[in-house]
């Protein structure tokens, strides 16, 4: 994995598409939003991007390794 995932916590609704795609990567916290997990690394960069892909309302954000972001697109 080179990509870098974040999950803007304002957006996301815990629909949790991300979570069943890439259960590696992210988790619902107590509060029912998505977080990154420690094994994130585990988990390739196309699995990220399709997860992120998969998020209704664009909550993720992939960035690369030199810090573009790649999605959302702009
Ligand atoms: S798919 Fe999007 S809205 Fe659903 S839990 Fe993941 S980040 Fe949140």
Do not use: H
């Not at 977080?35 to 997860?51: F, N, R, Y």
């Amino acid at each position: 994995m080179s990509y870098k995932v974040r999950v803007v916590r304002d957006l996301c609704i815990g629909a949790a598409s991300c979570v069943a795609l890439a259960p590696l990567a992210f988790e619902l916290d107590s509060e029912g939003k998505a977080i990154v997990k420690d094994t994130v690394s585990q988990t390739s960069d196309a699995e990220l991007l399709e997860s992120a892909k998969s998020c209704p309302v664009d909550a993720i954000i992939v960035e690369d390794e030199s810090g573009m972001q790649i999605w959302p697109q702009k």
